[in-house]
């Protein structure tokens, strides 16, 4: 349990973070470059994927590509959504992206449900329906719309990227090996982004950021495969434990730290999305 407890920190660290870089002078696209680097080193050290006999003709380049462009963007949209909704309604949108996924595995790869799995898909997608109109209620605030149109495409976003990993693993490419190429990919498309765009690869405090977020970022992914490994014979605590804590902490950290006030429907979407993982990881157990 204190791997999943210290890769829910990480990731909500990130949050933290990437919602504090704005009021701190801090570029969020800038460090979400360089994030990938230490990233891309970090994870062929623990990971040790082996680069060296990478199939150029059998590799699906075209995924990792695509990969690689969606990781910066949709974090992009992560570090947006916590600064136009908070950190509580963008934590639940990340997590609950569990659901797309699940839909997807069921319409795509042909994955058999139970009844507590569409129980909890159900539960999942009241859980962020609710928090996506709850800002309906705020008329008058221009920020509503971009809140629901980035805690939309964050929800949306993690999904398709988990969806495009499994299938890019389903074709053979260890995970390991995939997780490299689309770091390294993510960060050479970025940076010739910015560089192109802003005519510089970043400031030194914000390459510095980045690449603390980025051991952060690894540092989550890690931990969290690490606890697959150690109780390979309990996924559902690691799938449960990881996404509940991650809700919790974030529900926290915004209620403490950034003043975030729990309206009604976020409270309500709060209760649905915890609901939602613990059916979920009951599924997985039966």
Known sequence: MELIFAAACCSVIISILLKLAKAKGFDALQMIVWNYASASLLCFLWFKPDLQHISILNTPWWLIVALGVLLPSIFLCLAKSLQYAGIIKTEIAQRLSVVLSLLAAFFIFQEQFNSVKIIGIALGIAAVISILFSHQA??????????????????????????????????????????????????????????????????????????????????????????????????????????????????????????????????????????????????ISV
């Open 138 to 283: 705020e008329t008058g605030q221009p920020s509503s719309k971009q809140a629901m149109l980035y805690l939309a495409l964050v929800w949306f976003g993690y999904a398709l990227i988990d969806v495009l990993l499994k299938y890019t693993t389903g074709l053979g490419v260890q995970f390991a090996v995939a997780l490299n190429l689309m770091f390294i990919c993510a960060f050479i498309l970025s940076l010739t982004y910015i560089a192109i765009t802003t005519k510089t690869a970043g400031s030194q405090k914000n390459i510095l950021a980045g690449l603390g977020l980025g051991a952060l970022n690894f540092a989550n992914i890690a931990l969290y495969v690490k606890a697959h490994i150690l109780l390979k014979d309990t996924p559902a605590i690691v799938f449960a434990g990881m996404n509940i804590l991650v809700v919790l902490f974030g529900a926290f950290s915004g209620l403490i730290i950034f003043k975030e006030k729990l309206k009604l429907a976020t409270a309500v979407g709060l209760l649905l999305g915890v609901t939602s993982v613990l059916c979920l990881a009951y599924a």
